[in-house]
């Protein structure tokens, strides 16, 4: 039960794209398609942005995508907007449990 | 609307008890698999333990396994956290959250989350 690894922090100016990992190993991202992502503002509950690693909620900007290669996930946003400045978190299922990434810092320069 | 609404936080002294819950609407929880995931204040969130949709299989992370103990009352909508043998490092922020129909299922909605301090 490893947390997963992800980048502290990641930044971009509006309109730009910024990509964050999420790496674990073949128990958990490796080998399942069931990696999500949330999206954490102060003070706020987490909001789920993507699952089974390429799929969007109803309601997410398609500006948000997910993509998987090997053990590591990763989370894509494309034009930038001052909203998306939050802590981002990716999960993956583990076979009898789930795992959390420790978080990144995504700031909107 | 799907609703999850956590209660039942609060202090509680370093070895004592606590149970939080979490009211379920706006969904048929007998359908679905639940968890819960706890955040220390300003750290990254941790899962703590599932249970199926008809609360035969249960799972807990390794920090709380033996302490904690999951349950469900499908007919009242509510969903449990009982915790034992609390510690300083139990300190955090407790979330719901709704599962899926499968074990696999990525979690989607969560609750806003109830605070649990463990201090003396």
């Known amino acids: 039960q490893s947390a997963l690894t992800q980048p502290p922090s990641a930044s971009g100016s509006p309109g730009q794209s910024v990509t964050i990992s999420c790496t674990g190993s073949?128990?958990?991202?490796?080998?399942?398609?069931?990696v999500s992502w949330y999206q954490q503002h102060p003070g706020e509950a987490p909001k789920l942005m993507i699952y089974d690693v390429t799929k969007r909620p109803s309601g997410v900007p398609d500006r948000f995508s997910g993509a998987k290669s090997g053990n590591t996930a990763s989370l894509t946003v494309s034009g930038l907007q001052a909203e998306d400045e939050a802590d981002y978190y990716c999960?993956?299922?583990?076979?009898?449990?789930?795992?959390f990434g420790g978080g990144t810092k995504l700031t909107v320069l | 609307e799907v609703q999850l609404v956590e209660s039942g936080g609060g202090l509680v002294q370093p070895g004592g008890s606590l149970r939080v819950s979490c009211a379920a609407s706006?969904?048929?929880?007998?359908?679905?698999?639940m968890h819960w995931v706890r955040q220390a204040p300003g750290k990254g969130l941790v899962w703590v333990s599932r249970?199926?949709?008809?609360?035969?299989?249960?799972t807990y992370a390794d920090s709380v396994k033996g302490r904690f103990t999951v349950s469900r009352d499908n007919d009242k909508n509510t969903l449990y956290l009982q915790m034992n043998s609390l510690r300083a490092e139990d300190t955090a922020v407790y979330y719901c959250l709704r599962g899926g129909p499968y074990s696999n299922s990525c979690p989607d909605y969560w609750g806003q989350g109830t605070l649990v301090t463990v201090s003396s």
């Open positions: 706006g969904f048929t929880l007998s359908g679905y698999w």
């Open positions: 999960s993956s299922y583990a076979g009898s449990s789930w795992v």
């Open positions: 249970i199926s949709s008809g609360g035969s299989s249960t």
């Open positions: 073949s128990s958990d991202v490796g080998g399942y398609d069931y």
